[in-house]
């Protein structure tokens, strides 16, 4: 069965060092999704490409996070700098794109980030 | 905007009982609803989905009908085990966005 793909799996950094998270979605699926999910919270929603197009990142902290996918395939989360904040486990999942968040979104394993 | 509102763990219950877990939701017209489940360090997987009124989704035990009338997605399973221990996600899907739930951590004791 096809997975979405996330590396690496733990993350542990200084604050006001950059970071950087991969995440390959399954063959097939347009749109991708990056969410952060806080202990003990539900994901909340960070950025959402549709192809190579970055649909929504309303949610997205410019100043410090990024967000690309260069040749609608896989895609790549940056913080810089990190702050103590930034803590928590990132999401990656992945869609067909059909009607939406309507769609089932298939996650990854995620990468849990520790920010010292 | 579209908000999830699912019952507060944690839930503790021993083995073979029954469990619900309420959920409800607002949302603008017709949205996809979900749960998930998460397992301690790992991401969300996709338990069951209905997409509308009515409709029931079901998986391994697990059922959930859309009600439509009262905004509901109730999970429902008949008979818990040990290995049914983990963090479980109720999610509103509509054309903009995936909203989620805060989860409600579960415990099945031998």
């Known amino acids: 069965e096809a997975e979405v793909a996330q590396s690496p799996r733990y993350k542990i950094t200084e604050k006001s060092q950059a970071v950087a998270f991969w995440c390959d979605p399954i063959?097939?699926?347009?749109?991708l999704y990056w969410y952060r999910q806080i202990l003990g919270q539900g994901p909340e929603l960070l950025v959402q490409f549709q192809d190579e197009s970055v649909v929504d990142d309303s949610q997205l902290p410019k100043d410090r996070f990024s967000a690309e996918r260069l040749k609608g395939v896989d895609s790549t989360l940056k913080i810089q700098p990190a702050e103590l904040g930034d803590s928590a486990m990132y999401l990656c999942?992945?869609?067909?794109?059909?009607?939406?968040?309507?769609?089932?979104?298939?996650f990854g394993p995620g990468t849990r980030l520790l920010v010292l | 905007g579209n908000s999830v509102t699912q019952m507060e763990g944690p839930v503790t219950l021993s083995e073979e009982a029954f469990l619900t877990i309420n959920c409800t939701y607002t949302a603008t017209g017709y949205p996809s609803l979900f749960w998930y489940v998460q397992y301690p360090g790992e991401g969300l997987q996709l338990l069951l989905k209905a997409t509308k009124a009515d409709d029931k989704g079901s998986n391994k035990g697990f059922e959930a009908t859309y009600r439509k009338e009262t905004t509901s997605f109730h999970l429902e399973k008949g008979s818990v085990q040990v290995s049914d221990s983990a963090v479980y996600f109720c999610a509103s899907g509509s054309a903009r966005q995936l909203t989620f739930g805060s989860g409600t951590q579960l415990t099945v004791l031998p």
């Open positions: 999942a992945s869609s067909l794109p059909g009607q939406g968040a309507r769609e089932t979104q298939y």
């Open positions: 063959s097939g699926h347009a749109t």
